[in-house]
């Protein structure tokens, strides 16, 4: 898969272009001669889900500003506590996460997600993905989910869409 993208990602502009198209939003170019552009504000994104009570070296908002916010309720509520009782904290793009799942690279997650959406408690699940986003893009993810094998997957793919803002 990332092969792939790799491959789509490199060709955007043509092989031999200094510019490629951005993996997190189409909508932007990047240098195809420099380190890679992670999303816009993934900095933010750290700091907010990086700031422990009782951490003496949370990372702080790169505006140098505050947020009036418990980020401990934060992380209980994303169920991503035992990250941080571990001492794991969030980083955009870690080597130890992607290394610890490298061998389920491809296995995918069909029967995992078909249990769980038939589960007698009928959870609620939300399946986000940006509308710009090229490395999750959201056509992808509607292909997939209408093609799960679940009892109610006629019922999703007729079901009202309609955008956040």
């Given at each position: 898969?990332?092969?792939?993208?790799?491959?789509?990602?490199?060709?955007?502009?043509?092989?031999?272009?200094?510019?490629?198209?951005?993996?997190?939003?189409t909508r932007l170019v990047e240098s195809s001669r420099g380190a890679?552009?992670?999303?816009?504000?993934?900095?933010?994104?750290?700091?907010?889900?990086?700031?422990?009570?009782?951490?003496?070296?949370?990372?702080?908002?790169?505006?140098?500003?505050e947020w009036n916010v418990n980020s401990d309720e934060v992380l209980?509520?994303?169920?991503?506590?035992?990250?941080?009782?571990?001492?794991?904290?969030?980083?955009?793009?870690?080597?130890?996460?992607?290394?610890?799942?490298?061998?389920?690279?491809?296995?995918?997650?069909?029967?995992?997600?078909?249990?769980?959406?038939?589960?007698?408690?009928?959870?609620?699940?939300?399946?986000?993905?940006?509308i710009n986003d090229l490395i999750c893009n959201h056509v992808g993810?509607?292909?997939?989910?209408?093609?799960?094998?679940?009892?109610?997957?006629?019922?999703?793919?007729?079901?009202?869409?309609?955008?956040?803002?």
């Amino acid at each position: 898969c990332f092969d792939l993208l790799d491959d789509i990602v490199a060709q955007s502009y043509g092989g031999k272009s200094n510019h490629v198209v951005s993996r997190y939003d189409t909508r932007l170019v990047e240098s195809s001669r420099g380190a890679r552009v992670f999303p816009l504000n993934h900095k933010v994104v750290e700091a907010y889900l990086g700031r422990v009570s009782g951490r003496s070296n949370s990372p702080r908002i790169p505006s140098g500003g505050e947020w009036n916010v418990n980020s401990d309720e934060v992380l209980m509520s994303i169920h991503a506590s035992e990250a941080t009782d571990a001492k794991q904290y969030y980083l955009e793009c870690t080597d130890p996460p992607y290394n610890a799942l490298a061998h389920q690279d491809g296995l995918g997650v069909i029967p995992e997600l078909v249990n769980i959406l038939s589960h007698p408690t009928k959870p609620t699940m939300l399946f986000f993905n940006g509308i710009n986003d090229l490395i999750c893009n959201h056509v992808g993810n509607e292909k997939f989910l209408i093609n799960l094998p679940w009892e109610n997957t006629t019922k999703f793919a007729e079901a009202e869409r309609f955008s956040w803002y």
